[in-house]
């Protein structure tokens, strides 16, 4: 047994910080790989060049965030206290041994003061993942997109209730309309009244209770929302709705509410993608709406959509045994009955209904309909023909192995970023700073990602230099 001398623990010794850091440090790494330059040019406007005492380096303190999230560590006063003692997060700041670290409070009156209010973290993303195209690493010629839900800094016990209306407003009902009234007209319908429209000369509508809903609210941070799925635990929490590329590159991500669904989210995301020009978008099935559809087919993109089981009741008929004659505009059903068009409703449904006397007396009305008038109703969307597109798609040959990517990519880079960057829950309160801590995040995905494959070529390439010149050596002799 071998007893450790503890008493030299004051010895002097001339080391410098270039030595204490490891080679193969991940900070090391990214410090050679990402330029963060660019920091300056973003926040210029942000400082003044004559007045004022002088502050501290923009890129130290926007370094310091970057080591918190790189590492996953809890709190900014925990990042300085990390800061302190590590000697690599301090040649990372370019801070000696004996400079003094920056409070943890310094970086929250600056974010107050200067950054509150911009998109500098979403800029600080986008200029890192241009740093990641210009080495031709990211390929977004398809891109793979969903959300994952962050736990909020909110006491599911302290919120309030408040009246909302049912329906909120959705990005395609202009649009929906138009093509609702316009369906109506060709059946030799009346075009329906817009309920919102206000007429001058009429009174405003007065407030129906019955097209109101209670919605909880959290009293700590209001901008979250009530998120319940499956097994999880009611909590209040964030959707983060992101894209990849089949790399794992992150591409864009868009911060919203925990109760939204994601097919309400999507165009956020979308408008940031579509300037990539992606040729094909690939989503599970909360996107699987004929909306969402059609908006990537008129664009030129292939949409790429999972089987989507018929949540039809046990024992009765699914609606694929319901035949949709094109031709005639109706549907025939399994006892060869004829369902015609009735109505399109408000929601952009055709209805198609039977005739009651001949399902009174059919075999198969068990299996039918439950109704009281003895009257099935089957509906089809006025854009259904793009969702036929969609199916189409995916019966074609490849389309089930590029679908299968999403658990290696997108599923993948949001299983990292929770277990090891603290993405699980947030301590920051309000969408604007939970924006600023996934922006973050995820621009430190893309640097780690970056900096071990540059590392990687580059001792790739030393090796085979040194082999081609003990080779070149051995020929001479």
Same mark, same amino acid.
């Given at each position: 047994?071998?007893?450790?001398?503890?008493? /030299?623990?004051?010895?002097?010794?001339?080391?410098?910080?270039?030595?204490?850091?490891?080679?193969?440090?991940?900070? $090391?790494? *990214?410090?050679?790989?990402?330029?963060?330059?660019?920091?300056?040019?973003?926040?210029?406007?942000?400082?003044?060049?004559?007045?004022?005492?002088?502050?501290?380096?923009?890129?130290?303190?926007?370094?310091?965030?970057?080591?918190?999230?790189?590492?996953?560590?809890?709190?900014?006063?925990?990042?300085?206290? %990390?800061?302190? +003692? !590590?000697?690599?997060? =301090?040649?990372?700041?370019?801070?000696?041994?004996?400079?003094?670290?920056?409070?943890?409070?310094?970086?929250?009156?600056?974010?107050?003061?200067?950054? &509150?209010?911009?998109?500098?973290?979403?800029? *600080?993303?986008? /200029?890192?993942?241009?740093?990641?195209?210009?080495?031709?690493? +990211?390929?977004?010629?398809?891109?793979?997109?969903?959300?994952?839900?962050?736990?909020?800094?909110?006491?599911?016990?302290?919120?309030?209730?408040?009246?909302? @209306?049912?329906?909120?407003?959705?990005?395609?009902?202009?649009?929906?309309?138009?093509?609702?009234?316009?369906? $109506?007209?060709?059946?030799?319908?009346?075009?329906?009244?817009?309920? #919102?429209?206000?007429?001058?000369?009429?009174?405003?509508?007065?407030?129906?209770?019955?097209?109101?809903? %209670?919605?909880?609210?959290?009293?700590?941070?209001?901008?979250?929302?009530?998120?319940?799925?499956?097994?999880?635990?009611?909590?209040?929490?964030?959707?983060? %709705? @992101?894209?990849?590329?089949?790399?794992?590159?992150?591409?864009?991500?868009?911060?919203?509410?925990?109760? &939204?669904?994601?097919?309400?989210?999507?165009?956020?995301?979308?408008?940031?993608?579509?300037?990539?020009?992606? &040729?094909?978008?690939?989503?599970?099935?909360?996107?699987?709406?004929?909306?969402?559809?059609?908006?990537?087919?008129?664009?030129?993109?292939?949409?790429?959509?999972?089987?989507?089981?018929?949540?039809?009741?046990?024992?009765?008929?699914?609606?694929?045994?319901?035949?949709?004659?094109?031709?005639?505009?109706?549907?025939?059903?399994? !006892? !060869?009955?004829?369902?015609?068009?009735?109505?399109? /409703?408000?929601?952009?449904?055709?209805?198609?209904?039977? !005739?009651?006397?001949?399902?009174?007396?059919?075999?198969?009305?068990?299996?039918?309909?439950?109704?009281? #008038?003895?009257?099935? +109703? +089957?509906?089809?969307?006025?854009?259904?023909?793009?969702?036929?597109?969609? %199916?189409?798609?995916?019966?074609?040959?490849?389309?089930?192995?590029?679908?299968?990517?999403?658990?290696?990519?997108?599923?993948?880079?949001?299983?990292?970023?929770?277990? #090891?960057?603290?993405?699980?829950?947030?301590?920051?309160?309000?969408?604007?700073?939970?924006?600023?801590?996934?922006?973050?995040?995820?621009?430190?995905?893309?640097?780690?990602?970056?900096?071990?494959?540059?590392?990687?070529?580059?001792?790739?390439?030393?090796?085979?230099?040194?082999?081609?010149?003990?080779? =070149?050596?051995?020929?001479?002799?």
């Amino acid at each position: 047994m071998i007893t450790k001398n503890t008493s /030299n623990k004051e010895q002097i010794q001339m080391v410098s910080l270039e030595q204490l850091v490891p080679k193969d440090h991940i900070l $090391r790494k *990214i410090d050679d790989t990402i330029d963060f330059s660019f920091i300056y040019d973003l926040v210029e406007d942000k400082y003044s060049s004559d007045t004022g005492r002088p502050s501290i380096d923009p890129v130290i303190l926007i370094k310091i965030p970057i080591i918190q999230y790189m590492f996953g560590i809890k709190s900014m006063r925990q990042t300085i206290r %990390e800061i302190e +003692v !590590n000697v690599a997060y =301090r040649w990372f700041l370019g801070l000696d041994f004996f400079d003094p670290v920056p409070h943890f409070s310094t970086f929250g009156k600056n974010y107050k003061r200067r950054f &509150e209010g911009t998109d500098l973290f979403e800029q *600080i993303f986008s /200029n890192v993942l241009m740093q990641c195209m210009n080495k031709n690493l +990211v390929d977004t010629s398809t891109v793979f997109v969903d959300s994952t839900h962050v736990k909020a800094a909110a006491n599911r016990k302290k919120a309030k209730k408040i009246l909302v @209306a049912k329906k909120a407003a959705r990005f395609y009902d202009d649009q929906l309309s138009k093509e609702i009234n316009s369906d $109506r007209e060709k059946h030799g319908k009346k075009s329906l009244k817009d309920k #919102n429209k206000d007429d001058d000369d009429v009174d405003p509508p007065s407030i129906d209770c019955s097209e109101l809903k %209670e919605k909880k609210v959290s009293t700590t941070d209001p901008e979250s929302g009530w998120f319940h799925k499956g097994e999880h635990k009611e909590v209040f929490a964030y959707a983060i %709705e @992101a894209a990849c590329d089949k790399h794992g590159w992150l591409l864009g991500y868009t911060v919203h509410p925990g109760n &939204e669904h994601d097919s309400k989210t999507f165009p956020a995301i979308y408008e940031k993608i579509k300037k990539l020009k992606p &040729e094909i978008i690939v989503a599970d099935a909360g996107y699987k709406t004929p909306a969402i559809a059609r908006m990537l087919i008129d664009d030129g993109i292939r949409p790429i959509f999972p089987y989507k089981a018929p949540m039809t009741k046990k024992g009765f008929f699914r609606k694929y045994e319901y035949v949709y004659d094109e031709y005639y505009d109706c549907y025939i059903c399994p !006892n !060869n009955k004829i369902l015609k068009y009735s109505t399109t /409703n408000r929601d952009g449904y055709r209805e198609y209904k039977s !005739n009651p006397v001949n399902c009174s007396s059919c075999p198969y009305i068990s299996q039918c309909t439950q109704s009281k #008038n003895h009257q099935k +109703v +089957v509906t089809r969307h006025v854009w259904q023909e793009y969702m036929d597109i969609c %199916e189409d798609i995916r019966h074609t040959r490849g389309t089930k192995s590029i679908y299968d990517l999403r658990k290696e990519t997108i599923e993948r880079v949001f299983g990292v970023a929770k277990e #090891n960057h603290s993405m699980r829950y947030t301590q920051q309160i309000g969408k604007e700073k939970m924006a600023m801590k996934i922006g973050l995040t995820f621009a430190c995905l893309n640097m780690k990602k970056l900096a071990k494959i540059l590392t990687k070529k580059s001792k790739k390439h030393c090796d085979f230099s040194t082999i081609f010149s003990f080779f =070149r050596l051995s020929f001479s002799f």
